[in-house]
């Protein structure tokens, strides 16, 4: 309950809940999407020696990382913000490109955060239904008129629209703005990274908490035309100039600097999630064309949040969302080979009814 004087302005806010972070260290982690893998050993080496000049304000502009991360992107620095997580770059993006006449538009079943985004910005919405199969349809979008949020590959069916859909929408809506949230592009989506200089109406979102094992760091970009990114530093500079710290502006450069150890770590993630594909299907389990480091699942043995609740007495967490027309099914996050040998033998258990 809120205290009496909290602002009659969020009294309809109900806020984003994340996914359980266990106290309890044995607990198998798949429900929130982290990568099982630490961050490379020289992101360690580089935070330490940070440390001593935390006396110091980090650099609003993060300039050195922003550098390094245009010469890895083919883009200009100019094109690139650093913000705390990709959460603070989509949340800038709501604050700065939609308004009254412009509403939100994103899928029904997409990251939940977008209608909290908009809610907490009095901003309108309009949630466009994904087809039957879980597919966002670009013609639904036709007329609409708004400021689009899409995650590409979406959240949380894992299924990607490819870089010639993207570029048909970017075409179709040339007044609007089009977000494209790749929290999970690296684990086999096509990235419009190389659009942005093509179309100005194009904002890329990205992470370092996946495919970079930085979730705890809280480290995200947004990519995009040059005037758009002055927008996102006119939020940025009105809420938290030093919206990432020094410790995250030194490790992210460290991260790129050994980005080899990461790749490594995406291949041996996706070989992880083909192999758990194949196993659960061959225990009955349906699923979608996941992309992401994650799989999305239903099986007719087990309705609604019942496959959370057995596998979480097993000792593995996943994630469940009490929302419609997804209630039959879960979000399995990719962990380590062991992880998911342990996932599967207990789903196995499950279904033996041991
Ligand atoms: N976009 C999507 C689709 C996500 O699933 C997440 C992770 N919860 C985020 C953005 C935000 O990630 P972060 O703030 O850690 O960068």
């Known amino acids: 309950m809120s205290s009496r004087f909290f602002s009659a302005r969020y009294a309809d806010l109900t806020a984003y809940t994340p996914g359980e972070q ?7 982690k798949l429900n929130t999407n982290e990568n099982p893998f630490p961050p490379s050993p020289l992101v360690e080496a580089r935070v330490r020696e940070t440390v001593p000049r935390l006396n110091l304000y980090s650099d609003p502009e993060s300039t050195a ?14 094109n690139l913000i650093m913000t705390n997580g990709s959460d603070e770059a989509l949340n800038f993006a709501f604050m700065a490109f939609c308004d009254e006449s412009r509403p939100a538009l994103f899928p029904d079943i997409t990251y939940g955060f977008y209608p909290v985004f908009a809610r907490i910005n009095s901003l309108p919405f309009r949630e466009i239904p994904l087809r039957e ?3 966002i349809a670009p013609e639904d979008y036709d007329g609409c008129g708004g400021t689009i949020f899409l995650a590409n590959p979406n959240a949380p069916t894992g ?16 007044d609007s703005v089009l977000v494209v949230d790749e929290a999970y592009v690296d684990f086999g989506g096509e990235s419009a990274l190389g ?6 109406n194009l904002l890329v979102v990205r992470t370092f908490s996946k495919s970079r094992s930085l979730a705890g760091l ?47 770590n995406i291949r041996t993630v996706c070989e992880n999630r083909e192999w758990t594909r194949e196993q659960l299907a061959g225990l009955g389990f349906s699923m979608t064309e996941s992309r992401a480091n994650f799989l999305f699942v239903s099986h007719p043995a087990f309705p609604g949040s019942t496959l959370r609740d057995r596998l979480r007495e097993k000792g593995i967490l996943i994630r469940w ?3 419609e027309r997804i209630r039959d099914w879960s979000r399995i996050s990719i962990g380590t080979r062991e992880q998911m040998e342990a996932l599967v033998r207990a789903a196995e258990e499950l279904l033996s009814g041991r």
């Open 159 to 174: 299924m990607a629209l490819t870089l010639g859909q993207v570029e048909r929408m970017l075409r179709s809506h040339p």
């Open 22 to 28: 266990p106290r309890q260290r044995k607990l198998i």
């Open 133 to 135: 199969d879980w597919r």
């Open 65 to 78: 990382l922003r550098e390094i991360l245009a010469e890895r992107l083919g883009v200009r620095p100019e």
């Open 195 to 200: 659009l942005i200089g093509r179309y100005d």
């Open 321 to 323: 969302f009490d929302q």
């Open 218 to 264: 809280r480290l995200g970009f947004a990519a995009g035309n040059e005037a758009l990114i002055r927008d996102l530093k006119t939020m940025q500079y009105s809420t938290n100039p030093y919206n990432v710290d020094s410790l995250a502006q030194a490790a992210g450069i460290a991260c790129l600097e050994q980005d080899e150890y990461n790749m490594e």
